[in-house]
């Protein structure tokens, strides 16, 4: 099964646009549901809105959560909320969020307090840019030993990862990453969780790949890439493409 994770960022404006994209991405999920699972991680607002009016072939999710329930956290929002709200995941340290300050301590926090509520945290992990010397294999490492050794160990199963390298996200991306890229970092992510906690825990915890994932390069990313999913920005608020995406990976599945 493919785990198929939309990122809809901060997009659209407006509920009704939400509830009509998200109307036709539950259309193509119902056809391709064999082989997807399709999450959209839409702007917490939109939330209810959505869950209300689209029951069934998509789940919902945020796209960060606070690290506490603390009210003194002025324009964050919980994870009691999300719940409330209905919502099965959550990513937690995009790249753009942790350009506006989210750190490593911070990130822990949110998954640990997700965890707590039964919503599986979607952790974004990667290089801000790949130097010659390998380098950045300990930045990514880090950020996933923070997350790993510091939830408790019957919960690390829950974890789902997403490798994202900043430098191939969004409209100013450097390039697209390669599927060898993918692959290498991707087992590299893998080592480090096996060494913190087993090979069993590790070769079973879902490893998503993101960064400029569109309907062309998409197959090659879970074929070669090393990938159990795939976490989509752009792609995903176009409901024609994100439905080639999808028809896309059905083929290979
Ligand atoms: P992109 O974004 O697919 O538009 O590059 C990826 C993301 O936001 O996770």
Redesign the pocket.
């Known amino acids: 099964m493919i785990l198929l994770v939309g990122?809809w960022?901060m997009a659209p404006n407006k509920d009704t646009e939400a509830i009509n994209l998200a109307k036709k991405i539950s259309l193509s999920a119902k056809a391709y549901k064999k082989s997807i699972t399709t999450v959209v991680c839409a702007p917490a607002i939109h939330l209810p809105a959505l869950i209300k009016n689209i029951k069934t072939n998509v789940c919902f999710g945020g796209q960060s959560v606070a690290p506490s329930e603390e009210i003194a956290q002025t324009g964050l929002i919980n994870s009691a909320m999300l719940k409330g709200y209905g919502a099965s995941h959550c990513i937690v340290g995009?790249s753009e969020v942790r350009a506006r300050g989210e750190n490593d301590e911070q990130i822990l926090a949110s998954t640990v307090s997700l965890l707590q509520k039964n919503i599986t945290p979607i952790v974004c992990v990667g290089e801000k840019e790949r130097d010659g010397h390998g380098w950045y294999l300990s930045s990514v490492k880090e950020q996933v030993e923070k997350v790993v050794l510091g939830v408790a160990k019957n919960q690390v199963k829950k974890l789902v990862f997403a490798y994202?390298p900043v430098w191939a996200?969004?409209k100013n991306?450097a390039r697209e990453a390669t599927v060898a890229e993918s692959r290498e970092m991707i087992m590299f992510i893998r080592k480090v969780i096996a060494d913190i906690t087993d090979e069993k825990t590790a070769k079973n915890i879902n490893i998503l790949y993101?960064?400029?994932?569109n309907e062309q390069n998409a197959p090659a990313f879970i074929l070669e890439g090393g990938a159990q999913g795939l976490?989509?920005?752009?792609?995903s608020l176009d409901a024609k493409r994100f439905t080639s995406l999808m028809k896309a990976l059905s083929m290979i599945s």
């Open positions: 990122n960022k995009h994202e996200i969004g991306a993101g960064g400029s994932v976490l989509v920005g752009r792609v």
